[in-house]
């Protein structure tokens, strides 16, 4: 097959280069970040493949500047974004024009994961670079390039990195604000991050028990970090996908939260796959689509949610963190609040997400949103009234994010929000405090009650004997 030649996108508004097996040879692939963590995994698994990977980390001001430039600004933000990293890493100069490749993902759905890429066509026709492939990475078969495909082998390396990335993002949220050391953390963090790349890297079997093994010593290793300090106020993070997960798109939230003394508290990368993949499932009650596509949707769902509990396990055996909540019990949150067949942008996962959180005692959430996302308006702002009316003393705060948004005005929202929930702790030790001198006063007794670490399990629900310790 020729390698420049040309197909019209369904669009018919720009020309489709193919990705060819002669390219793979000698062709960069820029990926765009999301998950720092995650995505580095990912990227030497593909490394290990033959291909030429390249995890861009331009970001700043000049890559929201270099969308406008050629993405009209009433586009999605994180299409604005995707689209300006790219661009901007392929104007810095760095990689040759003519052996360079873009990678970007396709759900299949229909809002905006689906849609970049016709999108990133055009921007590259406007800026003079028409000539560059642009590889659709997707299980949906939207689109297929002969240079790049994904064995089953790396489907399930895929899904140990993204195991991998959940767990280094939840331990490292519960000990950054706590650390007594400053920096014991990202030192740790990198650390386990260049470990788990080499493991990626290579081409033998990587067996499910080498990957318990390593998250049990991963799991020791962070619960020997010397921490302390009375407990902070947890604050969630929900939102689409990439504002919920960027620095570049949510103006780094996690690092301001931090600084403003509160501890972060993200669900996984994992649950939005297996959202994916649920959907998938209900697809055939609800639509009526193939049984066999449901069918394999339901064991796929099956083996993801063990794997997942399996972890959850090991985390309560090997530490004194708290675990992420099952996928498995998802779906049941939203029962009375929302429909499973609202499915566009981050549909129903969104508003189980922030009852899941409520659920975990988290009752303060940020929700990251492009601004002017119709699905996030539905799915996001259209349900904070019934949460709140269902869980009162809850916090949402509903954040736009946009190239002309201020950063200050968003970070005033979010104080705010804190204040909020600091007022109201403060109210509710005045008033255990009041209780507890009205008991000694009637002559009662109070019971102690046994310390409990911040970031810790509650004592009944510590498991008796740690294995591996």
């Not at 396990?313 to 708290?322: A, L, P, Q, V, Y």
Request: aromatic fraction near 8%.
């Amino acid at each position: 097959m020729n390698p420049m030649e040309m197909k019209q996108n369904a669009a018919g508004s720009a020309e489709r280069v193919l990705f060819t097996k002669e390219m793979k040879r000698d062709y960069t692939i820029l990926i765009p970040t999301m998950l720092p963590v995650h995505f580095s995994l990912i990227v030497e698994m593909l490394k290990a493949h033959g291909y030429k990977a390249v995890l861009l980390s331009n970001d700043g001001p000049e890559v929201s500047e270099c969308g406008l430039r050629y993405v009209h600004n009433d586009t999605c933000y994180p299409a604005l974004l995707v689209i300006g990293q790219m661009i901007d890493a392929l104007e810095s100069g760095l990689y040759d024009k003519d052996k360079t490749a873009l990678l970007i993902t396709q759900t299949g759905g229909g809002c905006r994961a689906s849609n970049y890429i016709s999108l990133l066509r055009k921007a590259l026709q406007k800026a003079g670079l028409s000539q560059i492939p642009v590889i659709s990475f997707n299980v949906a078969g939207l689109e297929k390039n002969p240079g790049f495909s994904v064995t089953p082998g790396m489907y399930l390396r895929m899904f140990y990195a993204v195991l991998y990335g959940d767990l280094l993002m939840l331990l490292k949220n519960q000990c950054l604000p706590y650390e007594r050391h400053k920096g014991a953390t990202e030192a740790l963090l990198a650390a386990w991050t260049e470990r788990l790349s080499v493991q990626m890297r290579s081409r033998g079997y990587l067996s499910y028990r080498k990957l318990k093994q390593t998250c049990r010593q991963i799991l020791r290793e962070f619960d020997a970090i010397e921490r302390g300090g009375e407990e902070k106020i947890r604050v969630g993070i929900v939102g689409e996908i990439f504002m919920k997960f960027s620095p570049l798109g949510n103006n780094r939230l996690e690092d301001f939260l931090l600084s403003e003394g509160a501890e972060v508290v993200m669900p996984g990368l994992l649950d939005f796959c297996l959202y994916c993949v649920y959907n998938g499932v209900i697809d055939h009650d609800l639509y009526g689509t193939g049984a066999l596509k449901a069918w394999g949707s339901k064991k796929i769902f099956s083996f993801l949610t063990n794997r997942q509990k399996e972890l959850i396990g090991m985390i309560r055996e090997e530490s004194s963190f708290r675990p992420m909540s099952s996928f498995a019990e998802t779906p049941g949150l939203v029962k009375d609040t929302i429909g499973l067949g609202v499915k566009m942008g981050e549909g129903w996962l969104l508003t189980a997400e922030m009852l899941e959180l409520i659920e975990q005692g988290v009752r303060n959430i940020v929700c990251a949103q492009p601004f002017g996302c119709l699905p996030n308006h539905i799915v996001a702002k259209g349900m904070m009234k019934p949460i709140k009316e269902k869980h009162p003393g809850v916090n949402i705060a509903a954040i736009d994010y946009d190239a002309s948004a201020s950063k200050i005005n968003q970070e005033n929202r979010i104080k705010l929000m804190l204040a909020e929930a600091m007022a109201q702790r403060e109210a509710q030790a005045k008033q255990k405090a009041e209780q507890e001198r009205a008991q000694t006063g009637a002559g009662g007794e109070k019971t102690p009650q046994p310390a409990v670490f911040p970031g810790q399990l509650e004592p009944e629900e510590q498991p008796e004997q740690r294995k591996g310790a």
